[in-house]
């Protein structure tokens, strides 16, 4: 088995850290460049930065914390939120970023991950989803933050995914988002299962025991989380000290 990779997620909104449950009810929570440096000094494997609203307000993603977080710390990067072009993925690369994730836009220009993935290669291209149950057995995908059900098939969508050329993919489920409840097994066995590249899972991590039960019932390749490590409940070197007890690897420094 591969290392698992464990990752703090950071929304941002207005350039401070936000944190809500199932896209709602969001409140401020710090500031991102000090909370990067913080997980950066735990032995977080990689950091997410989302800006959260940068679709939906239909502006850029917020290049000027991506700077001076890049300065402050050495793990891989990855940043998203209002990313819609070529030019976009470029100053986004060059501000520091080490990856970039694409969302609402790939759904909206699915050639955007090809251009991405030929042009930078695909070790730069995460595509971001959010998720929900259709109530028909399925799961559709929504854009604009969780704000606008596209009635896009989840699983047909993966498979476009991979085809067009990302490297990853990260799976956020909207139904488990911020409930502190458990990631979405099945959600994210649907998605594992159709797919060769890396799943991170996101959405619904409560509790240490998450993150073995999401590595031991799934192919997920790294586990996400906000609230956990925002809130100062866990820290990263804390589960990945536990999931060693659990026999689960996972990167040393």
């Given at each position: 088995m591969l290392a698992k990779r464990i990752i703090p997620c950071l929304d941002v909104?207005?350039?401070?850290?936000?944190?809500?449950?199932?896209?709602?009810?969001?409140?401020?929570?710090?500031?991102?460049?000090?909370?990067?440096?913080?997980?950066?000094?735990?032995g977080a494997d990689e950091l997410v930065f989302y800006d959260i609203t940068a679709s939906y307000e239909g502006r850029g993603v917020f290049l000027?914390?991506?700077r001076e977080t890049?300065?402050?710390?050495?793990?891989?990067?990855?940043?998203?939120?209002?990313?819609?072009?070529?030019?976009?993925?470029?100053?986004?690369?060059?501000?520091g970023a080490d990856k970039v994730s694409i969302n609402s836009s790939a759904v909206k220009n699915p050639d955007l991950i090809k251009q991405g993935a030929d042009i930078f290669g695909s070790q730069c291209v995460v595509v971001g989803i959010?998720?929900?149950?259709?109530?028909?057995?399925?799961?559709?995908?929504?854009?604009?933050?969780?704000?606008?059900?596209?009635?896009?098939?989840l699983i047909e969508?993966?498979?476009?995914?991979?085809?067009f050329g990302a490297g990853e993919i990260c799976l956020n489920s909207i139904d488990t988002d911020g409930t502190r409840n458990g990631f979405d097994i099945d959600m994210l066995n649907a998605v594992c299962n159709e797919v060769s590249i890396p799943v991170i899972a996101s959405g619904g991590c409560g509790?240490?025991?998450?993150?073995?039960?999401?590595?031991?019932?799934?192919?997920?390749s790294a586990g996400l989380s906000a609230s956990l490590f925002h809130f100062k409940e866990l820290t990263v070197s804390?589960?990945?000290?536990?999931?060693?007890?659990?026999?689960?690897?996972?990167?040393?420094?």
């Open positions: 909104r207005n350039g401070k850290v936000v944190k809500g449950v199932n896209f709602e009810g969001i409140k401020d929570v710090g500031n991102p460049v000090e909370y990067a440096q913080e997980y950066n000094r735990q000027d914390v991506v890049a300065k402050k710390v050495f793990v891989p990067l990855t940043v998203g939120g209002g990313i819609s072009t070529i030019d976009d993925f470029r100053n986004t690369l060059r501000a959010d998720a929900k149950r259709d109530g028909k057995g399925g799961y559709t995908v929504y854009i604009n933050g969780g704000r606008l059900d596209m009635h896009l098939d969508w993966v498979r476009t995914i991979e085809k509790k240490i025991e998450d993150f073995s039960e999401v590595f031991n019932k799934t192919k997920a804390q589960v990945k000290e536990y999931l060693r007890g659990e026999n689960i690897p996972v990167r040393t420094r």
